[in-house]
């Protein structure tokens, strides 16, 4: 009876994340849709993680920007909320001009080698200095570690260096609030967010004296009062959050990003926004 008292007594452990969940966004940058993405995390596989993201603009900046990319994560699982990256590749492809980069780490959290391929050119492997690589992760991998907290209601406040094949860089997430959101005609979601602001910070390597890329975007957000955020919510139990919507602020006007479609532990949700067609 003592035993049964002792074990009644401590706490619960978390359930298990698992599964594999499917999410389509549209991305609309100053009121045209611009760009669709689909996102793919899958746990479904003891001790590992997968994840894809292919992305590609449309319309008529999909004719005037012919630009589309494909991202891949996968490594070990650690723990409910810890992942360590085996391979990360980028592949991207402007005007029918393809690069790819392929990110090795080792189980241990070492980074082992980058692998370069540009279009028309034989692959070239560099190994970049420890200082910049040594226990850092790809961007998604961090993300996900962020995605998971907030299932197991720890929070979005999370923290982890990244190597972007120049530069090392913490990508933070800070918690700003709780919100409850409304289903509309872009985004599927409705129910309680966790809202984080992101902000990178420099930590070595090729930086330029002016910002440019993420830096740029960042940094007009922070003059127009408003960083870079993103809403997160759980929408299937025993799953990782996904991120619901999106907003940075540029000098070129706003940057919305909607779930507009979902698919996962026997959910399938459209928004009725959803573009299924180029023509659409």
């Known amino acids: 009876m003592t035993l049964g008292l002792m074990a009644l007594s401590l706490p619960s452990q978390a359930q298990p994340l698992g599964g594999k969940q499917e999410m389509v966004y549209e991305v609309y940058a100053g009121g045209i849709h611009a760009v669709q993405a689909t996102l793919v995390m899958d746990l479904s596989e003891k001790g590992r993680y997968d994840l894809s993201l292919s992305a590609k603009t449309r319309g008529l900046l999909g004719k005037l920007a012919p630009w589309h990319g494909t991202f891949e994560s996968n490594g070990w699982r650690l723990g409910n909320a810890s992942f360590t990256p085996q391979l990360h590749r980028s592949t991207t492809t402007w ?3 393809e690069e790819v980069k392929s990110y090795n780490y080792a189980k241990d959290g070492s980074f082992k080698s980058l692998v370069i391929k540009d279009f028309n050119k034989k692959p070239r492997t560099e190994t970049p200095d420890a ?13 996900l570690e962020t995605l998971s907290q907030v299932a197991l209601g720890q929070g979005c406040g999370h923290s982890a260096d990244i190597f972007d094949g120049k530069r090392r860089f913490a990508q933070n997430f800070v918690p700003k609030t709780e919100e409850t959101l409304h289903q509309s ?4 979601y409705e129910g309680a967010s966790t809202v984080c602001t992101v902000e990178i910070e420099p930590k070595g390597g090729a930086w330029h004296k002016k910002p440019r890329g993420w830096m740029s975007i960042q940094e007009q957000g922070r003059e127009k ?5 993103v809403w997160m919510a759980q929408i299937t139990p025993n799953m990782p959050a996904v991120p619901i919507k999106i907003l940075v602020k540029t000098n070129y006007g706003a940057l919305f990003m909607h779930l507009a479609q979902y698919n996962g532990g026997g959910e399938f949700l459209v928004a009725e926004k959803r573009v299924t067609t180029e023509e659409d």
Do not use: K, S
């Open 131 to 143: 200082a910049l690589t040594d226990q850092t992760q790809d961007v998604f991998t961090a993300t």
């Open 185 to 188: 005609r872009y985004n599927i």
């Open 225 to 229: 009062g408003m960083m870079p955020t």
């Open 95 to 97: 005007r029918e001009e």
